[in-house]
């Protein structure tokens, strides 16, 4: 992620930023008006300032290229360090301010390779001396799909750590784990060894602990959920300090190395600040009456569980609510699918403020008496290599929409489900799925919300554009269009409702509008709602709930009025 935040100094009185692609620095005090630092041709990200707070180290981006500089002062030319023709990222100081650690991944080029193929995609770590700005290399990837590039929450999540460690984060035995090797070069160390992934990762002050959150723990359900959890730099002595039917997140250790603050919630509960003993003892929440007291926390229902094998072998999690009471009779059931696709829909609260906003309507949709699952197909994150990144997925031959359909299958095969009544919704990559859905199998999905989702897959790569081809960029493109929801409009016959904001810049409102017209075209039953100026986060809370509520009020009259 490209840092936004302001950054502040440990031993100076200014603040930097990034404005407009250029760093600025303002007083703290806001005495005089921020200024532009220097100038980079390209977009400058990934500030850091030195331990002394004399030097900031920047990335540049170039496009096929970015470099790492070193700025000192209005007087002095910038640093480059160890310039190539690769993309140097992610620059961390060492405690004293000597060297730089940074990945190298090659640049952008190269003869056109094979599209619908995996590939294993290089990184290494370098370690460069600031003084002479020459690098060597510390550590390379290995040459393995599971070796390449993590796609990860802080993506290689480096750090120059205590006890001259150098730690970062790899998923070469198939899970995203935390290594740690030596500055001078060694053998790393995995810090963190089991079918788990850890993520929100943050090292002590003092620079000798990692903590981060990990779905593990004592209890197999915790593969649904986050923990808190912490690990020396150079020891594998990982313990969950959380345990427990709760879900906790985004842990940081405190000033004075004594306490953990951290984020927590659970099946019932919001998430809500909390701080405990770095011991891992007591949970102490901050802020629990500002919930209001018409908040039904106590009529939300607890997900269970569910897992399912889909026909091509993959085992499948999802999160079932069931609506309270004990009625035999056959209720209506919806699938959820979430957006990312790199997300993990928990057995609680979410950390994400979009995916909390779905839990919300999921545990509202049960309210009205609707069974949902919300199903965590592949290319999503929490289960493994293979699960995150699976041969013949997204615009490859979407194989994640295989999951899908067995999550429609799998509850019209209970015994408390109508089979006739199954809907399905999502937003952004949930939308794409909700409408490959209905168009490819309306007779299992008779209706469904499609919240500003992707609908023609072609527009996502220039495949045949250039004159030097991918072997098999003619193949990729078919591809391309058949994981495309607008190649299956023809069997698209169940009722739906588009949502979108017209000022998405994420999933552009084009996409709706084209697909709009080929189901008027096709006299497909069709609602739509169109949210003026805004964005594909719903930048105002009211527009979140104004789908949500819209969503649920569409499934009363599809599912239930009917019956």
Known sequence: MRETCPLFPPKSDAVAFIKNGQAWSVPLTGSTPAKNLFNSRGGTYGLEWSPDGSKLVFVSDRGDHSLIGVYTNPESPIQWIAPSFANDRTPRWSPDGSKIVFVRTPGTGGVPDSILVRKHRPWAIMVAEVASGKATQLWKAPKTLAGSIPTINGGFNLHWAAKNRIVYLSYEDGWPHLYSIPATGGTPLLLTPGHFMVEHIRLSPNGQVLTFSANTGPDPLDIDRRHVAKVSVD?????????????????????????????????????????????????????????????????????????????????????????????????????????????????????????????????????????????????????????????????????????????????????????????????????????????????????????????????????????????????????????????????????????????????????????????????????????????????????????????????????????
Do not use: C
């Open 235 to 563: 020891q594998a002595n990982m313990s969950v300090l959380t345990p427990g039917t709760g879900l906790e997140w985004t842990p940081v250790i405190t000033g004075d190395h004594a306490s953990i603050a951290l984020i927590s919630a659970t099946a019932q509960r919001p998430p809500l600040p909390a701080v405990m003993p770095l011991t891992g003892n007591s949970l102490k929440l901050i802020g629990s009456s500002q919930l209001l007291p018409s908040f039904p926390q106590s009529a939300l229902v607890t997900p269970k569980q569910v897992v399912f094998t889909t026909p091509d072998g993959f085992k499948v999690y999802g999160q079932l609510f069931e609506p309270a009471g004990n009625s035999s009779e056959k209720k209506p059931a919806i699938v959820y699918v979430h957006g990312g696709p790199q997300r993990q829909m928990l057995l609680g609260w979410h950390y994400s403020d979009y995916y909390a906003n779905a839990y919300a309507t999921n545990q509202y949709l049960a309210s009205l008496g609707f069974v949902v699952l919300s199903v965590n197909y592949r290319l999503g994150i929490g289960y493994g290599y293979e699960f995150h990144q699976p041969e013949r997925a997204s615009t490859n031959g979407a194989s994640e929409y295989i999951d899908i359909k067995a999550a429609g299958e799998w509850l019209a095969k209970q015994s408390f489900v109508d089979p006739s009544r199954i809907g399905i919704y999502g937003g952004s990559y949930g939308g794409y799925l909700t409408a490959m859905a209905l168009g490819r199998d309306s007779k299992l999905f008779a209706a469904g919300v499609d919240i500003h989702g992707v609908h023609d897959r072609t527009a996502d790569r220039s495949l045949l554009s250039r004159y030097e081809k991918a072997p098999d960029a003619e193949r990729a493109a078919q591809t391309a269009w058949e994981s495309s929801p607008i190649a299956y409009v023809n069997t698209w016959t169940s009722p739906v409702l588009i949502i979108h904001g017209d000022d998405d810049r994420n999933v552009r409102v084009n996409q709706s509008t084209d697909l709009i017209q080929r189901l008027e075209a096709k006299g497909v039953e069709m609602e739509t709602m169109i949210i003026v100026n805004d964005t594909h986060h719903w930048m105002k809370h009211a527009h979140s709930l104004q789908a949500g509520r819209a969503t649920a009020e569409y499934f009363q009259r599809k599912l239930k009025s009917n019956k």
